[in-house]
Nanobody, 127 residues
């Protein structure tokens, strides 16, 4: 079992920045592929970013490419999502997700690929 706890959400003006963190416990973190997803009211869950357990492979959703950066610290059991140039359309609840994998370099971009989910943290971007 893996427990995921997100933090760092809040209210920010358009053009601003925020940094989200997700701390994992319960399993060997270095064997977990991780991802970030978001869900706005009335919309489907959307892929934001994914990182392999080695940290060597990363992928981003089209809506955030060039503005968001995902990273991980296996020693601390944590991943982060640095968000720049935020837009009102980035407003959503952001969830981190995890799954065990034998592949150090694989990233997973579909929410159905993930087994463990955090409760989420609200990000609100005002115009």
């Amino acid at each position: 079992q893996v427990q995921l706890v997100e933090s760092g959400g809040g209210l920010v003006q358009a053009g601003g920045s925020l940094r989200l963190s997700c701390t994992a416990s319960g399993r060997t973190f270095s064997r977990l592929a991780m991802g970030w997803f978001r869900q706005a009211p009335g919309k489907e869950r959307e892929f934001v970013a994914a990182i392999s357990w080695s940290g060597g492979n990363i992928d981003y959703g089209d809506a955030v490419k060039g503005r968001f950066t995902v990273s991980r610290d296996n020693a601390q059991g944590k991943i982060s999502l640095q968000m720049y140039t935020l837009k009102p359309e980035d407003t959503a609840v952001y969830h981190c997700a995890a799954r065990q994998t034998q592949s150090s370099g694989r990233v997973y971009t579909a929410d159905g690929d993930y087994v463990y989910w955090g409760q989420g943290t609200q990000v609100t971007v005002s115009s």
